[in-house]
C-alpha cells in the first residue's frame, strides 16, 4: 500500500503541477491579448496575436480533462447514489455502484484506446496560425481520461478513494 501511495503522490504532483502551469499560462495569454487588444490601440506594430486564441483553447481542454480525476479522487462529482439508495436495499445498492464503476472503466479504456488512435492520426496536422500538432489538443483525451481510469479503478478496487484528502460520504447502508 504504501508504494500505491507513492506513486498516487507522483501521479498526482504532476496532474496539479500540470494544471497549475497551463492555467497561468492560458490567463497569461489571455491578460496579454487583452492589453494588446484594448489598451495599446495606437501602436501599429503591437497588436494581438493571432494564435492566443488557438493555444488558450487547447490549454482549457487539458485544464477540463486533467481536473476531472482530481473530482473524482476528492468524490466531487455529480452522483445518483442517493437515489438508488433510497430504493433499493443495500446489497443491491453495492451491486449497481460495482457495475456502474465497470461501465465507467470500460468506457474510459475505449476513450483511451481511440484518443491514442486519434491523437497519432492528428499529429499530422497542424494548427492554423501557429506550427503545433493538432496532435496536442487530442491528446488530452488519453492522459486525462488514464487518470480518470486509474482513480476509477481504485474506487473499484477499495470502495473509495484511498488518497482522498477530504473523507467522501459513507455510502447509507439500509434503504429508507
Given amino acids: ?84 439508495e433510497k430504493v433499493f436495499p443495500a446489497g443491491v445498492t453495492k ?11 470500460v468506457t474510459l479504456a475505449a476513450l483511451i484506446y481511440y484518443g491514442v488512435l486519434t491523437t497519432m492520426r492528428q499529429s499530422r496536422s497542424y494548427l492554423q496560425n501557429i506550427h503545433i500538432s493538432n496532435g496536442w489538443f487530442y491528446a488530452a483525451i488519453p492522459v486525462g481520461c488514464a487518470y480518470l481510469f486509474y482513480d476509477f479503478l481504485l474506487i473499484f478496487i477499495f470502495g473509495k478513494h484511498p488518497f482522498a484528502r477530504k473523507k467522501a460520504p459513507e455510502p447509507v447502508s439500509g434503504s429508507f
Fill in 1 to 84: 500500500m504504501k508504494t500505491l501511495e507513492k506513486i498516487d503522490r507522483v501521479l498526482n504532483t504532476i496532474r496539479v503541477v500540470a494544471l497549475v502551469v497551463i492555467l497561468v499560462a492560458v490567463i497569461g495569454m489571455c491578460t496579454m491579448n487583452i492589453v494588446l487588444r484594448y489598451l495599446i490601440k495606437g501602436v501599429a506594430t503591437l497588436r494581438p496575436f493571432p494564435w492566443v486564441d488557438e493555444l488558450m483553447r487547447m490549454g482549457t481542454i487539458w485544464i477540463a480533462f486533467l481536473a476531472a480525476g482530481l473530482g473524482v479522487k476528492e468524490g466531487s462529482h455529480v452522483s445518483l447514489e442517493s437515489l438508488t
Fill in 95 to 105: 451491486i449497481l455502484r460495482k457495475i456502474a464503476l465497470l461501465v465507467v472503466l
